[in-house]
């Protein structure tokens, strides 16, 4: 099946410092990914839209300059926290749907961001 | 816009019983996709079941089916002879078919817990 891989699974910052995440499918050409954010034991919240080879397009609320997203390739999609400071501390998810399937997307394994 | 209303935030079961959790959706679309999707504890996104609007069967998979009300825009799930493997939180998905990348649209989520 599409497979999603996410990584890195877990990071620690310092505030201040960028992190960046990447998002790979492995097995099908993703045009599309989209990023979440998820706060404890809350749902997931839609930050911005990925499309290869164009900008994203980011909700309101999000600020384009501190979540940057490149999706550079059919395969990769990268969000890149920047300045990270506490309160970016969270659950990121991506997601990307394989056109040749008519199930919901496939979702990465997350990763949890921690900036100290 | 789209909007997912799961409106119970726990649930409990006994193993082996049967549970059923809601969901409501508001949408003005005639086509479109519902989901079920899983997130254990470790937080992985997991496809539970999926149902199209304009099929009028309701979807089962193995002792997961939905009861899809079209007219009244709801979408429950039931769990049959439920384990302790599906506790879990439950996350109501919506997803419009006029477009082949349009984001997931998600309820708040339900946590269910199986009592042994």
């Known amino acids: 099946g599409a497979v999603v891989s996410q990584h890195p699974s877990w990071v620690i910052c310092k505030s201040g410092t960028s992190v960046k995440i990447e998002c790979r499918s492995l097995?099908?050409?993703?045009?599309?990914m989209f990023w979440y954010r998820q706060f404890p034991k809350q749902s997931l919240m839609l930050m911005a839209t990925?499309?290869?080879?164009?900008?994203?397009?980011?909700e309101q609320g999000v600020e384009k300059d501190k979540f940057l997203i490149n999706h550079a390739s059919l395969t990769l999609s990268t969000l890149t926290v920047t300045s990270a400071h506490p309160e970016d501390s969270s659950f990121y998810i991506c997601?990307?749907?394989?056109?040749?399937?008519?199930?919901?997307?496939?979702f990465g394994s997350g990763t949890r961001l921690t900036v100290v | 816009a789209q909007t997912v209303t799961q409106s119970q935030p726990e649930m409990s079961v006994q193993e082996a019983e049967t549970v059923t959790l809601s969901c409501t959706y508001d949408?003005?679309?005639?086509?479109?996709?519902l989901f079920w999707y899983k997130q254990p504890p470790s937080r992985q996104m997991i496809l539970v079941i999926r149902?199209?609007?304009?099929?009028?069967q309701n979807a089962t998979e193995n002792r997961f089916s939905v009861n899809f009300q079209k007219a009244a825009k709801s979408f429950s799930l039931k769990i049959s002879d439920s384990q302790l493997g599906d506790a879990a939180m439950y996350f109501c998905?919506?997803?419009?078919?006029?477009?082949?990348?349009?984001?997931?649209?998600f309820g708040k989520g339900t946590r269910l817990s199986v009592i042994a």
């Open positions: 149902q199209e609007a304009y099929k009028q």
């Open positions: 990925s499309n290869e080879g164009s900008k994203a397009t980011y």
């Open positions: 997601s990307a749907r394989d056109s040749g399937r008519v199930e919901g997307y496939t």
């Open positions: 998905a919506y997803r419009s078919a006029n477009s082949g990348n349009t984001p997931l649209v």
């Open positions: 949408t003005s679309e005639s086509d479109y996709y």
């Open positions: 097995d099908f050409q993703a045009t599309t």
